[in-house]
């Protein structure tokens, strides 16, 4: 059987399901993200923690479901979260 990984990110968590052909949903991981709040109306996250979330939330969906990673077919990432901006090495 094939399978379906959708990746939801948004500002508080991300989110991980797994879902078979019929659209029957096998796992779900939810991980929160962190909020900085330095000062009113002024918010920071980190990449890192926010990458973090989401390969945190993939094991999780991927253990509660037992699917093998190979029986993903395709995968679906979504991401509401604000921009990141990154050097020419790729890094934070």
Do not use: K
């Not at 059987?1 to 508080?12: I, N, Q, R």
């Not at 890192?48 to 939330?57: L, V």
């Amino acid at each position: 059987m094939l399978y379906y990984m959708g990746v939801d990110v948004g500002t508080g968590s991300a989110r991980v399901a797994l879902f078979d052909e019929a659209g029957e949903r096998h796992g779900l991981g939810i991980v929160p993200i962190r909020m900085w709040r330095p000062r009113p109306d002024f918010v920071e996250q980190s990449s890192e923690n926010i990458w973090e979330a989401i390969c945190r939330a993939t094991r999780i969906a991927l253990e509660e479901s037992a699917v093998q990673p190979g029986s993903i077919a395709g995968i679906g990432f979504d991401a509401t979260c604000s921009l990141v901006v990154v050097d020419g090495d790729g890094a934070p």
